[in-house]
């Protein structure tokens, strides 16, 4: 009875809790939500179990995974096959995914008191976190897919979970299609990969996907355009991460999905699903990395080059890094850093509370993306981990806010909160400054520096290093132009439009809601230690690489330069965001601080560059034309060709018809009519008179009498 | 015994077929038990050892001058699919509980259907088999022009026409085929083991398969399909896509599959890009899959978009045919069961849950009624049914769908990448009938008049209930575990009756 064997439970409890919650009466509120939360303990108790025992397995013998498989049905000879697998990877995203969740199930608690389909939220809820858990310790693509698609359908669910809003429903498409595009990519590969493979399992005693033999053969297949096998399938699945993790150009969709509930917003959209497209480019990180070891006719190997590269990132940084750079690794790094940039960008010219928060989760997350592309899986995944804390912070502080205004989301209307939510604002203050990424004491600090390090380092290009700065800049003006637009100044309230709502003061949420909030804004403070160059623990544990303790690693030039270059960004853009917007008008209709500056940044930068539209104008029209035009094929061609084929046939029938009454008929006629009248011609010797017969009787004799004379004579 | 599944529906339709008219309740209950006893005696074929493999049910001399034997017999493929007809079979009764007029009439043609769908699936006779596909164009064309709604006439009569046409080209080819065997028998065994001549092949090939594919919904002959569906009766219409076109289905793969498979063997030369049947074929079942969803993607009419779902699930289904590799037929027979199950159940809510209540499929009219409100039920079993047929893991279609893109993608993988695009708009179309249908937020404001529509509809009843979860839980089942289908089917392809698609490079 080891743990490994036992794993499964972790999602399947989530995974009971949402089957008898979906049979519970409506009125049953206690029973789901304390079911929805035990299973939640009860899937954090297993994965800190986990954790424990991948950590020791790692001591005792690092680099390797533990692996159970299973088969599932046959395919041609050989059975498809599913297991799951415990690795530092999946352990610390098990704790994660079940610590953040269990916070955000009990605040949901008080977010969601007041609504009448509470229950049927905790059985969505548990759902999602049974099929994220499933996700997890997935060792084989298939059933990752098959888990990556519930997770998605869930969010389907939950972000369309106030469907009577046609805002809401129209989000929740949006996102389920738009993510469907990116998984079909990842579907494709998955039949690519097993195609060419054989199989799915990422590990499974050295015929896995992710170890050497088959990523060998996967490189030295190539096809006619040049391109390896491996690097087909990881830009294939690369592209499902896309689509999930709302990278450029499939990020329309995730600010969109803040039309969901709020806890929804934190636990699905910003600290665990989207992040699922972060961890499956870590998950198959040998794959993305696999290139082939350079020429000399040498049988061909294998270097997953950023993986060890990670944790000595600081011996190589400065230099070009080692080794080549797999094409696939490159367009995560690019893709990574132009959506951080971009999103950046746009997060700073929007005024709806959630949307600037949903805007900077895709700017993060693509920070995440250059973290694997540059350094790998641990200074990828470390970001994600810090990010999760300190971004579910804030959604959820940003719930606190907008439940305290009474549902108002727009900051231009709120203002003052400081004093009448005090312990929102002092968690809130520390999830920004962990964004921000001020340094030393906030945990978003080391991970962004980590980052930075790697992109330093990275050999084909400097351009992301300098352009994640320039994120890192925005993102620290964003978040202070939010903060002074919320809880700074004075309030701006009455709320916006109708004037139907009461006038009433902001108040204080819950304990319910405050509790989770304080232990997060704890997190966001603490887990920073776990990742300093001085003491690089989560990447050695992650990357499977011994760990030291120096501090000389610390107060190296290079180090230093870098935590300079990133701390002077980040006062950078506090101060001009203080200083731009530390004394707004009171007045909620005056025009932004920025506007006033660059009108014509600022209203690009409002409209989202415009993606939305363009997507509208091109992909949605050229969709809607094109089924138009297949169902006026529809209409008119084939049932046109079925109309003409049916008027041809008429008009053969006609022919047929004429044919047969002229031609046929008539001869036919004709016969019968000439038979008739032979008939009665006939039928006038049948007279019945006796004479008549006698008479002929008569000439009969003679005639045969005259013939045997004539006979006779011969 | 399985044969008797055969015996007991036609038993059961003279039965009904003498009933007194008024004789409503009881109608019912003999067609729901024949429809039971159907699938129970299709079942025994699944329990001695061994079962998916080639077994003998009947052989008798038939019309011995002529070689033609009254043989049948089940295997693995049989099976599945005489599974598939009995769950169809059950579940299409209890939806037709709410039939009033001609009731023992109506049973008595829906089993005499059904008896004949039995009949294809066993028959191992050519002539037998062609038979049974003759007799049941029958009672479907009755079923829809007596029963049937919208355009009703027009519907039967296109979906019989298209039916004989596609008969008349099979016969043709069956003929062709006995003939130049020797005349000496229409066993499909022995006939499978003839080695016909490549020249032959190369054009009774097409004109079987496109024959039998007509009746699959082979793009660009598929327009009977969407008013077919339309017209007929809720019940129809769940035979019609659950069964009906896997007859056509099974046509291609048991005959013009086993007989000719050379015809799939590359022409030598090629004409626009298209160097053999197989390419041909493998294009019109992705243009199937794509053009299909599209189509259903612009529809107003909720039995319309289901109807176009339909050819386009059954694209997966001739694509994994002519892909020419096992996992890829294997994906196909996994497909003709999950579509004639989740394609049952979305007509089933819609022709009997929402049309009969609501008596309108108009989107316009249904997203002002608020149906998701007034019919949780049939709200939540569309959902999941829907989710199902998008290809959501967990369901049968999911699998299916898998095996048929891996199969196929040896062969063409540039057509599982435009499959992959028919599979995005398969979500977009079902969420968007899903969301005026069930969950729109229009005012409530009829069109025609202009005064308010209230719809205060009936409760769904229990038939209703439990006829969606046998599909539902079918659906499931094989979704979740495949391997209770997936075994038969894989013996069933191992049997002798495929050896020459074997040797003709099956991979």
């Not at chain 1, 046939?649 to 002229?662: A, H, I, K, M, Q």
Request: glycine share 10%; proline share 4%; aromatic share 14%.
């Amino acid at each position: 009875m080891s743990v490994i064997d036992n794993l499964w439970w972790i999602p399947v409890l989530p995974l009971v809790a949402a089957g008898v919650t979906a049979v519970l009466p409506r009125s049953s509120r206690r029973w789901s939500a304390g079911l929805a939360i035990g299973s939640m303990v009860g899937a954090l108790l297993g994965s800190l179990l986990a954790f424990g025992v991948a950590a020791d397995f790692a001591q005792a013998h690092p680099g390797v995974v533990q692996v159970r498989n299973f088969s599932w049905f046959q395919v041609g000879e050989t059975w498809v096959r599913l297991g799951w697998l415990l690795d530092p990877l999946t352990a610390v995203m098990l704790v994660m995914v079940s610590f953040v969740g269990l916070l955000i199930f009990i605040y949901s608690v008080g977010y969601m008191a007041h609504d009448a389909n509470f229950t049927r939220f905790f059985c969505f809820l548990s759902l999602f976190a049974a099929a994220m858990l499933g996700l997890l310790i997935a060792n084989s693509l298939l059933l990752l897919f098959i888990c990556w698609e519930l997770v998605g359908l869930t969010s389907y669910l939950l972000i369309g979970f106030w469907f009577q809003k046609p805002s809401a429903a129209a989000a929740a498409k949006k996102a389920f299609i738009t993510t469907r595009v990116g998984d079909i990519a990842f579907l494709l590969g998955i039949v690519w990969l097993y195609s060419e493979a054989g199989t799915v399992l990422f590990y499974d005693r050295g015929a896995g996907c992710l170890e050497t033999g088959v990523l060998a053969d996967l490189l030295s297949s190539v096809n006619g355009f040049g391109i390896s096998a491996a690097t087909s399938i990881a830009l294939l699945v690369f592209l499902g991460a896309v689509g999930k993790s709302g990278q450029f150009p499939l990020h329309v969709w995730l600010p969109d999905a803040m039309e969901g509930p709020t806890p929804v917003s934190a636990l699905i959209h910003a600290a665990t699903m989207v992040a699922a497209g972060v961890f499956l480019v870590a998950r198959t990180y040998p794959l993305m990395a696999a290139v082939p070891t350079v020429p000399d006719h040498a049988p061909p190997a294998i270097t997953t080059t950023a993986e060890t590269h990670a944790s000595i990132v600081s011996e190589t940084h400065g230099e070009a890094a080692r080794g080549a750079v797999s094409t696939a690794l490159k367009v995560v790094t690019w893709t990574g850093v132009l959506t951080a940039l971009m999103a950046a960008g746009i997060a700073v010219a929007q005024t709806d509370i959630k949307r600037i928060l949903a805007y900077s989760t895709v700017s993060q997350l693509g920070f995440m993306m250059l973290g694997l592309g540059t350094g790998g899986v641990g200074v990828g995944m470390f970001h994600l981990i810090t990010h999760a804390f300190f971004k579910a912070l804030l959604f959820m502080g940003a719930g606190s806010v907008i439940h305290g205004c009474h549902e108002v989301q727009d900051i231009r209307y709120m203002g003052g909160l400081r004093r009448s939510m005090p312990v929102t604002f002092a968690t809130y203050a520390v999830g920004m400054m962990a964004l921000a990424g001020v340094p030393v004491f906030f945990s978003g600090f080391w991970s962004k520096d980590a980052i930075f390090h790697a992109a330093h380092g990275w050999g084909p290009s400097a351009m992301p290093f300098y352009l994640g700065l320039a994120a890192a800049l925005l993102t620290a003006f964003y978040m202070t132009r939010q903060v002074c637009y919320v809880f700074f100044g004075e309030g701006r309230n009455p709320v916006p439009g109708d004037g139907h709502h009461a006038v009433q003061a902001p108040h204080e949420s819950p304990g319910v809601m405050t509790v989770p909030l304080s232990i997060l804004a704890a997190c966001a403070v603490l887990l920073g230690v776990l990742g300093t160059p001085a003491w690089p623990w989560f990447q050695s544990f992650v990357g499977g690489t011994s760990l030291t303790l120096d501090w000389a690693e610390l107060r190296s030039t290079e180090s230093l330069r870098i935590m300079g270059w990133s701390a002077l960004v980040v006062i950078l853009g506090i101060g001009v965001g203080w200083r731009l917007y530390a004394r707004i008008s009171s007045d909620p209709k005056a025009p932004d601080a920025l506007c006033r500056v660059r009108p014509d940044i600022y209203s690009l930068l409002e409209n989202k560059f415009y993606v939305d539209e363009i997507y509208a104008a091109t992909v949605v029209r050229g969709h809607a034309g094109w089924a138009r035009l297949c169902a006026w094929a529809e209409t008119w061609l084939w049932a046109g060709a079925v109309q003409a084929a049916a008027y041809a046939t008429v008009g053969l029938s006609w022919c047929n018809r004429v044919f047969d009454e002229y031609l046929v008929n008539f001869s036919f006629d004709r016969l019968c009519g000439g038979l008739g009248n032979g008939g009665g011609w006939a039928s006038r010797w049948q007279n019945g008179r006796v004479q008549f017969y006698l008479r002929f009787i008569g000439v009969g004799v003679v005639l045969l009498a005259l013939m045997m004379i004539w006979g006779c004579r011969a | 015994m399985a044969a008797w599944s055969i015996y007991i529906s036609f038993i059961g339709a003279l039965v009904l077929a003498f009933l007194p008219r008024s004789r409503v309740a009881c109608a019912r209950w003999i067609a729901l038990l024949t429809a039971v006893a159907g699938l129970a005696f299709a079942f025994t074929a699944a329990f001695p050892a061994g079962a998916g493999n080639f077994h003998e049910l009947a052989r008798h001399d038939w019309v011995p001058g002529i070689g033609a034997t009254y043989l049948l017999g089940v295997d693995g493929i049989s099976l599945t699919l005489i599974l598939l007809t009995g769950l169809a079979a059950i579940c299409g009764v209890l939806f037709s509980w709410n039939v009033r007029e001609r009731v023992p009439e109506f049973f008595a043609l829906y089993s005499a259907l059904i008896g004949s769908v039995y009949g294809v699936f066993l028959s191992f006779d050519l002539l037998l088999f062609f038979v049974f596909y003759e007799l049941a164009i029958v009672p479907k064309y009755f079923l829809i022009a007596i029963y049937g709604s919208t355009r009703r006439e027009y519907g039967a009569m296109k979906l019989a026409l298209y039916s004989f046409v596609g008969s008349a080209m099979v016969l043709v080819g069956l003929l062709a085929a006995y003939a130049l065997s020797g005349g000496q028998t229409f066993d499909l065994l022995r006939l499978a083991q003839h080695p016909f001549p490549r020249e032959f092949q190369m054009w009774a090939f097409p004109l079987v398969f496109v024959g039998f594919a007509i009746l699959a919904g082979l793009w660009p002959f598929h327009t009977w399909a969407p008013t077919g569906h339309v017209a007929a009766p809720t019940a129809a219409s769940m035979l019609l896509a659950g069964v009906i076109m896997k007859l056509g289905a099974y046509g291609c793969l048991r005959v013009a599959l086993t007989l000719f498979p050379r015809g799939l063997e590359p022409w030598g030369f090629q004409v626009l890009a298209f160097g053999s049947w197989q390419d041909v074929f493998g294009f019109l079942g992705a243009m199937g899959i794509v053009s299909g969803a599209m189509v259903a993607l612009v529809q107003q009419d909720f039995k319309f978009v289901i109807g176009y779902s339909s050819v386009s699930h059954m694209g997966f289904v001739l694509l994994g045919l002519v892909s020419l590799s096992t996992v890829g037929l294997r994906g196909a027979v996994l497909q003709m069961f999950s579509h004639g199950v989740i394609a049952g159940l979305l007509f089933g809510v819609v022709g009997r849950m929402v049309y009969d209540r609501a008596h309108t499929r108009d989107f316009a009219l249904l997203s002002g009624l608020r149906l998701g409100q007034s019919l949780p039920f049939a709200a939540i079993i569309f959902c999941l049914a829907g989710f199902a047929s998008m290809g959501m893991p967990g369901f049968s279609g999911f699998v299916a769908e898998l095996q048929v893109l891996t199969g196929a993608w040896h062969a063409f993988p540039w057509l599982v990448m435009l499959s992959g695009l028919g599979l995005v708009i398969g979500v977009a179309y079902t969420l968007r009938a899903m969301q005026k249908a069930f969950f729109s937020d229009a005012s409530g404001v009829d069109a025609g008049n202009g005064h308010a529509v209230s719809l205060d509809p009936e409760p769904v009843t229990w038939p209703e209930r439990i006829g969606a979860l046998i599909l539902l839980l079918a659906s499931l089942a094989v979704g979740l575990y495949p391997r209770i289908l997936m075994d038969w089917i894989e013996r069933g392809l191992a049997t002798p009756v495929f050896d020459a698609l074997r040797l003709g490079g099956l991979t």
